[in-house]
């Protein structure tokens, strides 16, 4: 299945604590094919060496491109239909050895009211908390979307709920209400969060599409006066922390930076179930192909992927096995998660 790639390595330079200059890749509702679908819509990637645990890598990626903190009452959360992937490369033939991936379940306590909190929220599994997300994540082998080799080594674990305010987070949004709880200690090594944050990229998104209009005072470089268009948005997040020896290739910590098992590769990828409808004698009628420009590759993408035959009435079929790549966006960035 055709796929769109960006790729970032590290290479790590354990002796000498010293992380790499930053490289970074973003967007912001700027690819056409992805920007009507912001819950598939990867923003950011991150990737490096834990500043307080130099041990460990830490992997993050944001999706929900300008979210409205305030957008009640059906407020962002991740998408139970779509897998968020991290992919890691440890041998540098531009594949997955490794994938984490992330998938979400919607919970709803009292069906009969739309609201997300029907009172004070004390913690993240308060009863008041009336819809709230649960997830699991798996470690699986090989390259996606259709690995057999995948262990659950977290479940049921909860999203962080949104700050819709003070009346609902009395005891404030944070330590106040445990929002802390949300961050797992899963299987024996692997730290994770889901759930919204500040955004943290800072572009002035109104110069750079007014056809590069610099606003007055400011000029090519770092010479200040710039607006932070994304202030006061969110971003849905996912965060790993790893310990490095489980991302690289012979499962040591290097000390070489000349050491082949000092590099990783790491991106994040974005699946939706693929649906195709069946004529009356079972062949998929017209699979719908487009080539568009995502993240930088050309490539054709197969939206509706040619299916088996599996039946004789025209019908809508979802197989579980079947997947579309959506979107990929990766960089890497050293960067304080807000």
């Known amino acids: 299945m055709p796929r769109s790639v ?3 390595s590290w290479r790590l330079a354990l002796a000498a604590l010293v992380l790499a200059t930053p ?19 990867n923003t950011d990637v991150y990737f490096f060496r834990d500043p307080v645990s130099p041990s460990r890598l830490v992997m993050i990626a944001n999706w929900v491109p300008l979210e409205e903190p305030a957008g009640g009452p059906n407020y962002s959360h991740f998408e139970p239909n779509i897998r968020y992937e991290f992919n890691v490369d440890s041998n540098g033939d531009a594949l997955e050895d490794w994938v984490y991936r992330v998938e979400f379940t919607r919970n709803v306590r009292n069906g009969n009211t739309f609201l997300q909190n029907t009172g004070p929220v ?38 962080a709920p949104n700050n819709v305010g003070p009346k609902s987070f009395p005891d ?17 090594s692997t730290r994770v969060f889901a759930g919204p944050r500040a955004e943290g990229f800072y572009v002035d998104l109104g110069m750079i599409f007014d056809l590069i209009n610099f606003r007055e005072g400011t000029a090519v ?17 996912i965060a790993l922390s790893v310990p490095i020896q489980n991302l690289t290739a012979n499962n040591s910590v290097p000390t070489d930076p000349a050491d082949p098992n000092a590099i990783v590769s790491m991106w994040s990828s974005t699946w939706r179930r693929a649906t195709t409808t069946l004529s009356t004698t079972g062949a998929p009628i017209l699979p719908r ?3 568009e420009l995502l993240a930088g590759f050309s490539e054709p993408v197969q939206v ?19 997947w579309k790549a959506t979107s990929t966006r990766s960089g890497s960035s050293v960067r304080r998660t807000p």
């Open 304 to 322: 509706v992927p040619k299916l088996p035959v599996d039946g004789t009435a025209s019908r809508i079929t979802r197989p579980p096995a079947s």
């Open 23 to 41: 490289a970074f890749a973003s967007s912001h509702r700027e690819a056409p094919g992805i920007s009507g679908d912001p819950v598939a819509d």
């Open 172 to 188: 404030g949004y944070g330590k106040g209400s445990e929002i802390g709880t949300t961050v797992y200690d899963i299987d024996d």
């Open 6 to 8: 960006t790729r970032v």
């Open 289 to 291: 192909v487009r080539s």
């Open 221 to 237: 470089g770092d010479h200040g006066g710039g607006k932070n268009e994304t202030a006061g948005f969110n971003v849905h997040s």
């Open 122 to 159: 004390a913690s993240p599994s308060d009863p008041n908390q009336n819809v709230y997300y649960t997830y699991t994540v798996k470690k699986c082998a090989g390259p996606s979307p259709n690995q057999g080799a995948c262990e659950t080594i977290g479940s049921d674990l909860l999203e």
